[in-house]
């Protein structure tokens, strides 16, 4: 019974940070040839916009549509809060950005 009970908690204890809450991350782009481009707020919250498709300790992949029908790809690498994000025309041309981010709160992890 003791086994047991100690699974279970210990199940519970590694399962706690399924449901925690995605980051927030803001983000300052360049384009390649070093024009600042603005600022964007990305809240990985938002699953009707923002679709994850790889969070790990190294980094955070996901994609969106623009109002315009173009899908937006990035790719944060949670170490150094560098991002790469690439627009995709609906034509198939792709233009690709760099740019770095950080969490949206000092107490947030990245």
Same mark, same amino acid.
């Given at each position: 019974?003791?086994?047991l009970l100690g ?24 384009? %390649?040839? *070093? ?5 964007? @707020? ?7 916009? &923002?679709?994850?498709?790889? +969070? ?17 790809e990035n790719s944060?690498?949670? %170490?150094? *809060? ?5 627009? @995709? ?7 690709? &950005?760099?740019?770095?981010? +950080? ?8």
């Open positions: 019974m003791k086994k699974i279970l908690v210990l199940g519970l204890l590694l399962s706690g940070n399924a449901f925690a809450d995605k980051p927030v991350i803001i983000c300052s782009f360049l384009s %390649l040839e *070093g024009k600042w481009l603005g600022e964007h @707020i990305f809240d990985l919250n938002v699953s009707n916009i &923002y679709k994850i498709t790889e +969070y790990d300790s190294t980094g955070i992949r996901w994609y969106y549509f623009a109002d315009t029908g173009e899908k937006l944060v690498n949670r %170490l150094t *809060g560098r991002i790469q994000y690439t627009v @995709i025309e609906k034509n198939g041309s792709k233009f690709h &950005y760099r740019g770095i981010c +950080y969490p949206h709160s000092f107490g947030q992890k990245f």
